[in-house]
Nanobody
Framework: QVQLVESGGGSVQVGGSLRLSCAAS????????MGWFRQAPGKEREGVAN?????????????WYADSVKGRFTISQGNAKNTVFLQMSSLKPEDTAMYYC??????????????????WGHGTQVTVSS
């Protein structure tokens, strides 16, 4: 089992930036894919970005982004391999949501749906105001 803790959320104005962090503990060696999802009130949870982290593979470090955040968000792994970041820039009101970190044992990452993720954090709120 993997435990995930998100941090870094907050309130910013349109055009601002935030960096979310996800600290993983437990059986992190089983997690091949780490991702960020978000859920706004009344909407379904949607994938934001993910990164493939299975060491020794051709696809190590491969990233995926939702079209709505391409060019504005960047997912990365920290120097401490148990940390994943989501750098968010040029934030828009429609980015307002609860953001969740998730881990998957799947051999595929890409635009992996939420149901394929095994472990979830409790979320961190991001609010973008105009």
């Amino acid at each position: 089992q993997v435990q995930l803790v998100e941090s870094g959320g907050g309130s910013v104005q349109v055009g601002g930036s935030l960096r979310l962090s996800c600290a993983a503990s437990g059986d992190i060696y089983t997690s091949n894919c780490m991702g960020w999802f978000r859920q706004a009130p009344g909407k379904e949870r949607e994938g934001v970005a993910n990164i493939y982290l299975k060491a020794g593979t051709t696809w190590y470090g491969t990233t995926w982004y939702a079209d709505s955040v391409k060019g504005r968000f960047t997912i990365s792994q920290g120097n401490a391999k148990n940390t994943v970041f989501l750098q968010m820039s040029s934030l828009k009101p429609e980015d307002t949501a609860m953001y969740y970190c998730a881990a998957s044992q799947s051999q595929y990452c890409g635009g992996l749906a939420p149901r394929h993720f095994d472990s979830w954090g409790h979320g961190t709120q991001v609010t973008v105001s105009s």
